[in-house]
């Protein structure tokens, strides 16, 4: 069976999420080194597995085409 588009497009959207916010948060964190207010590794998951409940937990909208 193969997975909606829908699913397939949502589960690109999470893994950019996760790659980018994990790099972002590095670099923010090797540059502010000790003296950083930046949320560490464990808020970071947490915000991310929140994000992508979200994102791939939402009603799938149809969409009716123009005209």
Known sequence: MRPA????TRS???RHA???TCAEREAE??????????PGW???GEILVDGITV???A???RRTPAG
Do not use: C, K, Q, Y
Not at 5 to 8: G, S, T
Not at 29 to 38: C, K, Q, T, W, Y
């Open 18 to 20: 996760i790659v980018h």
């Open 59 to 61: 009603p799938a909208r």
């Open 12 to 14: 690109a959207m999470a």
């Open 29 to 38: 964190l090797a540059e502010a080194g000790n003296r950083s207010g930046i």
């Open 42 to 44: 464990a808020e970071t």
């Open 55 to 57: 994102l791939l937990a």
């Open 5 to 8: 588009p829908a699913i397939l």
